[in-house]
Nanobody, 120 residues
């Protein structure tokens, strides 16, 4: 099982960026994105149960970010619009088979992270 996140980069405040996560080895029931800014703990950003179309977002990104998955490509996406400097972080994709939660402990599989930097 391998998750690989990519697509991070530098973007100006107000701009958009899409990060992706390729999954190999199996199809996961639930997938999510977390992020970690310098000096802070890793936090939940968004999650999805693709088979049900169920999604959840943190309050800080609701209405600006959209999580989705292309089942044919087994790839998870996070479309980020109206980016703010406080969105600057390393973004990690995660996957599991239990439930859609905000707790890191329910996601046993993690990608290596991709850096998103939003300049003011």
């Amino acid at each position: 099982v391998q998750l690989q996140a990519f697509g991070g980069g530098l973007v100006q405040a107000g701009g958009s960026l899409r990060v992706s996560c390729g999954a190999s080895g199996r199809i996961f029931y639930v997938m999510g994105w977390f992020r970690q800014a310098p000096g802070t703990e890793r936090e939940f950003v968004a999650g999805i149960i693709p088979s049900r179309g169920t999604t959840d977002y943190s309050d800080s990104v609701k209405g600006r970010f959209t999580i989705s998955r292309d089942n044919a490509k087994n790839t998870l996406y996070l479309q980020m619009n109206s980016l703010k400097p406080e969105d600057t972080a390393v973004y990690y994709c995660a996957a599991g088979s239990l439930a859609l939660t905000k707790r890191q402990s329910t996601y046993p599989y993690w990608g290596q992270g991709t850096l998103v930097t939003v300049s003011s």
